[in-house]
């Protein structure tokens, strides 16, 4: 058993669920990926499992935090399998790519920016959208060479 399947059974039974056969499938199919995914995406990689269950399935992962929601600068929304703790991530406009990062500090400054308004945060997410450090040096070298033509 891969790893973070065993992690993810670990999480799930410490919330009073059970790794049912249709929910390992699932979450193998997720491991199997590697990359961001949407749900449409792993109900193709798991025909066998009702797309219902899928869904269901989906939401409980990430209500146990084994996968986390990214929501994508077009309005699309994305997963991945949660590295622990609370994270925020980098996502690269260009390529695609997503980088997670954590910083206390700018936790806290949340924090306190909500008890400032009074307002209880129940949870928050921060994506922040750009160029990875490859497609931002593409460009720089694109721009460059277009300069000097």
Do not use: W
Request: charge should be negative; include cysteine.
């Amino acid at each position: 058993m891969h790893p973070l399947v065993h992690e993810a059974e670990r999480q799930l039974e410490g919330k009073g669920h059970r790794l049912t056969e249709p929910r390992r499938a699932v979450l193998d199919a997720i491991v199997a990926t590697g990359t961001p995914f949407t749900v449409e995406e792993l109900c193709n990689a798991t025909p066998d499992v009702g797309r219902a269950t899928v869904f269901r399935t989906v939401k409980l992962l990430h209500e146990s935090e084994v996968i986390c929601r990214l929501a994508l600068d077009d309005g699309g929304v994305r997963y991945q399998l949660s590295h622990g703790g609370h994270h925020h991530h980098l996502i690269c406009n260009s390529c695609g790519a997503i980088e997670d990062f954590s910083d206390g500090e700018l936790d806290t400054l949340i924090d306190r920016n909500a008890r400032e308004h009074s307002f209880e945060v129940s949870s928050h997410s921060l994506e922040l959208y750009g160029r990875c450090a490859g497609c931002a040096a593409t460009a720089r070298a694109g721009t460059a060479s277009a300069r000097r033509a």
